[in-house]
């Protein structure tokens, strides 16, 4: 069936690093996406979203760029800091108010 | 800054009990959604509720689940005759506006332990 993925399990970067990553989706029909960072213990916290008329979004030291002709999303985090390890998992909205969850990325940052 | 709130934070039951799941929205939040994550796994879907009525359900929220908004603050999951593979983290969450195209807001979950 259609599915949001991720390519990477787990991405370790040193802080002040940029951070990147990335998710695959297959559902075409998707037009809304969403980035979630879930820190040990806790409910997912929205980071940033994107709609499918955008390629590009940017927030506070994140940027979500969308390209849906090879529908990859990916989280782009600014100057990477030890209170940004976490798991990150995007999420797309499937049906009226379904999200469907990507597996999730561990991001690791060393100090 | 309000939060969803959830209770309790974890619950142990034996395979076979009926478990409630209880979940405070934020308070001017309309419409209201379970998840659930296994434990390593990625979260999914179960159910979004808006004017006391069930919107969409995944294919996990089968006969044994069921969903409720007793009063004008709770929003409950009742899970009636537990399974091994229920084991899992649930989540609650609520938006303001409709559809999954608004931010939805999640509490900090419950880990659901069965025995």
């Known amino acids: 069936g259609e599915n949001v993925g991720l390519h990477l399990p787990t991405l370790s970067v040193q802080e002040g690093d940029n951070s990147i990553i990335n998710c695959a989706y297959s559902?075409?029909?998707?037009?809304?996406f969403i980035w979630y960072k879930q820190e040990s213990g806790k409910g997912p916290q929205f980071i940033i979203d994107?709609?499918?008329?955008?390629d590009k979004r940017q927030g506070q030291r994140v940027t979500v760029l969308l390209n849906k002709t090879v529908k990859h999303l990916s989280l782009q985090i600014a100057a990477t800091q030890p209170g940004d390890s976490a798991v990150y998992f995007c999420?797309?909205?499937?049906?009226?108010?379904?999200?469907?969850f990507g597996k999730g990325t561990m991001l690791l940052v060393s100090p | 800054e309000p939060e969803v709130t959830q209770t309790p934070s974890h619950q142990v039951t034996q395979m076979g009990q009926e478990v409630i799941l209880r979940c405070v929205p934020i308070?001017?939040?309309?419409?209201f959604y379970w998840y659930r994550q296994i434990l390593g796994q990625k979260v999914e879907f179960l159910v979004s509720?808006?004017?006391?009525?069930?919107?969409?359900k995944s294919e996990i929220f089968d006969d044994q689940f069921s969903v409720e908004r007793p009063d004008g603050s709770n929003f409950t999951l009742k899970i009636r005759s537990t399974k091994l593979e229920d084991s899992a983290m649930y989540f609650c969450?609520?938006?303001?506006?409709?559809?999954?195209?608004?931010?939805?807001?999640f509490g900090p979950g419950t880990r659901l332990t069965v025995t």
């Open positions: 999420a797309e909205n499937s049906g009226y108010s379904t999200l469907t």
């Open positions: 969450a609520s938006s303001a506006l409709a559809g999954g195209s608004y931010e939805q807001y």
């Open positions: 994107i709609r499918s008329n955008m």
């Open positions: 509720f808006y004017n006391n009525e069930i919107s969409e």
């Open positions: 308070s001017n939040h309309l419409y």
């Open positions: 559902n075409s029909a998707s037009d809304y």
